[in-house]
């Protein structure tokens, strides 16, 4: 019987195809565990519906950066041209609004991608130097190349390290580990 | 385009020629394309290439430096002709760079398996074209070090740029583009460099891969917020790059000089981009998989779907030609009559000759199988096609601008060796970007490559 530490982070374990990890995701989440994370070298097809993932939050951030893009790259330009320094062009309306449509449109797309780009960041908490699981040897050299593993977390209300490393190798995983954070 | 053969996606092509060689795993792609980057050593050839590269770097700095100290009349530009090379060469490399985003965005919205092993490095390629691209309007203005005065900022003058010429829109839309595809290519890189910081055997080589895959590790959460942002950028840079070239195009046609002023330069531009940037994909490809044993991933099909992919925008092109030919002549404009002529007879038509050569007849070719799956055929076509639509952008700045209305204004221009030094230099730079490329960064992206794997391991089932 292994002791839970006060800083484990939780139990690890490994699968060698994404249907396994699929599989094991549904599992995880059948026998009532929430926080559990999975981990795969490439997006897995069907892994965040296991998961019961919802919605992310990434296209509101971005179509309210596009907003913000092209409104203020808008009235910036007819603020310019209207108030702070109106010229007049034989006689032309000062409001030349469709003269001004591709900056408007390029800062559009301009504010719309950054805010996907930083937003998907920061959501995702990156960048971040430091995580526990890159203690364990096996995840550091495989995570990222040919290897899906599961991680049932210390903070789940459920967790017991025992109870979980049982409940992944029941699941038929590999060289289920205890991660530690120190 | 109607070619006699089964649709692409038939069984039957997919089994002569697929995206993938069969057998590949998800081990065997990540180290065969990490291992281009983290230890094979440097080779002879390799060293060579960017020795030579960097060479041409030197020149481009001399020929920059020099420009800085003398200013633009080191160029054959004059009045009436203040548009020479500069202006050639910037919209030469920015359709260049189209391609790269092409592939990327569009054919990732259309869900083109195909794009998978060549899309990192055609962005790459973007990346660079637009850098090169930047350089020339920026030396044009023969003051740099004032460039800022395009960009809005609260001066002390109070002045603001003229939103409302195309020349500003140029400004937003280069430095826009060159953004998005900077991102672009980031956020696709940040899980490779994961990859990479945890195959990298030594401290610097993990710290510095380590920092820019920003402790990447592939978690589910992340994966689904990535892919959102991926679609979501490849949904924003596919307007983006057609809004581009269509304001570059703004510089030429809202001018009122003849030759420029036609509404279908947008799309012809846009079209011109594309079959450029094609061009040069391939002439980067073939050489690339060659050097580094790729072609389990970089297959026939890749080559071939790009050939036709040429053909079909080298047909729009022609489309463009003939339309621009006609249109000036049933308008009934006499200068525009008159600049048709002067394209057919002028000073300057061996130039429009080799250009319908270059872009219209010689493509024809691509017709042919035999041709389009000749590695080098496609490599001559590939750089003839790029030399065509050099020769269009020349043919359009130089002959409008030597023979505008006036007789009294007509003017000749000719390059000096300033004006070949500085593009041979961009040429020089941009091969050099590849050469590093492709030494520190994967040229083909694993996760995708990962993502193919576990697709055609499934349809074999």
């Not at chain 1, 805010?115 to 495989?142: C, D, I, T, W, Y």
């Not at chain 2, 109607?2 to 998800?26: K, M, Q």
């Not at chain 2, 920003?214 to 840079?237: D, P």
């Not at chain 2, 091969?431 to 697709?455: G, H, K, N, Q």
Request: glycine share 8%; net charge neutral; hydrophobic share 50%.
């Amino acid at each position: 019987m292994i002791e839970h530490r006060s800083h484990t982070y939780g139990v690890l374990g490994e699968f060698v195809t994404e249907h396994e990890l699929i599989h094991a995701a549904e599992k995880a989440r059948e026998a009532g565990y929430r926080r559990y994370e999975a981990y795969a070298p490439f997006p897995v097809e069907g892994l965040s519906e296991a998961m019961g993932l919802k919605r992310n939050k990434v296209p509101l951030i971005t179509l309210i950066g596009g907003l913000c893009g092209g409104l203020g790259g808008f009235f910036f330009q007819y603020w310019c041209n209207v108030y702070s320094y109106p010229l007049n062009i034989a006689g032309r309306p000062l409001n030349s609004w469709p003269a001004w449509i591709p900056v408007t449109f390029e800062l559009t797309v301009l504010g719309a991608s950054l805010s996907a780009v930083f937003g998907m960041l920061a959501l995702n908490g990156l960048p971040q130097p430091h995580h526990p699981l890159f203690n364990v040897e096996r995840f550091s050299k495989h995570a990222t190349s040919d290897r899906f593993f599961l991680c049932i977390e210390a903070r789940d209300k459920k967790f017991d390290l025992a109870d979980a490393s049982r409940f992944l190798q029941g699941l038929n995983a590999q060289h289920v580990t205890e991660v530690v954070d120190d | 385009m109607s070619v006699s053969e089964p649709p692409l996606d038939s069984p039957e092509i997919r089994r002569l020629s697929p995206v993938l060689a069969p057998g590949h795993t998800y081990a065997t792609v990540t180290d065969k394309i990490a291992a281009i980057v983290l230890t094979r050593r440097v080779s002879l050839g390799w060293l060579a290439g960017f020795g030579i590269a960097f060479t041409m770097v030197m020149v481009l700095n001399l020929a920059v430096g020099w420009l800085i100290i003398k200013g633009v009349g080191i160029w054959g530009i004059n009045i009436p002709i203040g548009w020479g090379f500069a202006i050639v060469n910037f919209v030469w490399w920015i359709g260049i760079g189209h391609a790269g985003t092409l592939i990327s965005a569009i054919l990732f919205l259309l869900n083109q398996k195909w794009r998978t092993s060549i899309n990192r490095f055609a962005e790459a390629m973007t990346l660079f074209a637009v850098a090169c691209a930047g350089l020339f309007p920026l030396i044009h203005t023969g003051r740099p070090w004032m460039a800022y005065y395009m960009f809005p900022y609260p001066s002390t003058m109070g002045l603001w740029p003229q939103f409302r010429s195309p020349l500003i829109w140029d400004v937003f839309a280069v430095s826009t583009y060159g953004t998005v595809s900077a991102m672009f290519w980031f956020v696709g890189l940040i899980p490779d460099l994961a990859t990479l910081r945890d195959h990298a055997i030594g401290k610097p080589k993990q710290i510095i891969y380590g920092m820019l895959a920003m402790g990447w590790r592939g978690s589910a959460r992340h994966w689904h917020r990535y892919q959102s942002a991926y679609l979501l950028l490849a949904g924003l840079a596919t307007p983006l790059v057609l809004s581009v070239h269509t304001v570059v195009s703004f510089d030429f046609s809202v001018a009122i000089v003849p030759g420029w002023h036609t509404t279908i330069f947008p799309p012809y531009f846009v079209a011109g981009a594309i079959y450029s940037g094609f061009a040069m994909v391939l002439t980067i490809a073939i050489p690339l998989r060659a050097a580094y044993d790729l072609e389990d991933f970089i297959t026939m099909r890749h080559l071939e779907n790009m050939a036709m992919v040429m053909l079909a925008t080298g047909l729009i092109v022609a489309y463009g030609y003939f339309f621009e030919f006609f249109l000036s002549l049933y308008s009934g404009n006499k200068f525009d009559v008159f600049l048709v002529q002067q394209r057919l007879h002028g000073p300057y038509n061996h130039f429009y000759f080799a250009l319908i050569l270059c872009n219209i007849l010689t493509p024809q070719l691509l017709w042919f199988q035999k041709i389009r799956t000749n590695v080098a055929m496609l490599f001559i076509m590939s750089l003839i096609i790029n030399l065509g639509m050099w020769l269009e952008r020349f043919v359009i700045v130089v002959i409008s601008l030597t023979r505008d209305f006036m007789p009294s204004a007509w003017g000749r221009y000719s390059a000096t060796f300033w004006d070949y030094a500085t593009f041979a230099g961009t040429l020089g730079l941009f091969t050099m970007l590849l050469f590093l490329f492709v030494r520190v960064l994967p040229a083909i992206s694993i996760a995708e490559m990962r993502e193919l794997v576990a697709e055609t391991t499934e349809e074999h089932k």
